[in-house]
């Protein structure tokens, strides 16, 4: 999509009285190697997320979903096509500014927690602020806030092996939150926690839309998680081949 095109769909939606999407993937291909031995992830994706959505991507592993959160969260780029965020096209952005994106306005959460095993819950929230480049003088307010919103400022001296794996989770999200981003990414949140857990982390995500007004994307296959969510987009073979 060139700038003109950009810009009378914006045209469109302002006219409309719609909130513009926060985030867009357009005819977003994906391919891993060349010749014989290419590995086509993604084959021309589509979709549109707006400010304050829960968005699922279901699909079974292989189906693409984990390659497309990537796209998202500007961690890689596309082959073909591209990704708007806020508008603009992340693959017209340097490193830098892609790294600036990630930093400031979105926040990941991992399959596999990714805490840092000898910092305290509370380290490992105000961990994520220093990489953000929150000023020193909030990071307290911010973490205690973030540990807060999950439930767990009691346990917030507590180190990741001490805490139960719907508590790391938790923890996770906190960090993933306290910097009060625009979007949040989640891959599979819920894969290796048990359905009572599962569903406090689920809670949790849909707090953050109702109240802070956040947009949330995870992938899954869980179809608990289907139930609630605003949105759900399907894919399978590189392809979305369903939305609801």
């Known amino acids: 999509m060139n ?3 950009t810009s009378r769909n914006a045209g469109k939606e302002e006219r409309s009285g719609e909130e513009p999407a926060l985030l867009k993937a357009v005819q977003v291909h994906k391919q891993f190697g060349r010749g014989s031995g290419a590995v086509h992830a993604l084959k021309g994706a589509n979709l549109e997320i707006r400010k304050g959505q829960l968005v699922a991507l279901r699909g079974r592993s292989g189906s693409g979903k984990t390659t497309l959160l990537n796209m998202l969260a500007a961690l890689d780029l596309p082959t073909e096509g591209e990704v708007l965020f ?3 096209s992340t ?3 340097n490193e830098r500014e892609r790294g600036e994106i990630r930093r400031r306005e979105i926040g990941l959460i991992f399959q596999s927690f990714a805490l840092l095993p000898l910092m305290t819950a509370y380290e490992n929230v105000e961990f994520g602020l220093r990489i953000a480049g929150v000023p020193v003088r909030e990071h307290q307010e911010l973490t205690e806030r973030a540990l807060d919103y999950v439930g767990l400022k009691p346990r ?3 180190r990741p092996y ?3 794996g719907g508590e790391q989770q938790r923890v996770a999200i906190a960090r993933a939150i306290a910097h009060r981003p625009k979007l949040v990414l989640a891959d599979e949140p819920t894969a290796e926690l048990d359905s009572r857990m599962g569903l406090q982390v689920l809670k949790v995500f ?4 109702e109240t802070e007004r956040m947009t ?3 992938t899954t296959h869980d179809p608990a998680i289907m139930e609630v969510v605003d949105r759900v987009y399907a894919l399978e073979d590189g392809q979305i081949v369903d939305e609801g």
């Open 3 to 5: 700038g003109l095109q």
């Open 86 to 88: 806020g508008g603009r």
């Open 216 to 218: 949330i994307v995870l």
């Open 206 to 209: 849909k707090d953050l839309v």
């Open 91 to 93: 693959s017209g952005m």
């Open 162 to 164: 001490e805490l139960s």
């Open 156 to 158: 917030m001296k507590h």
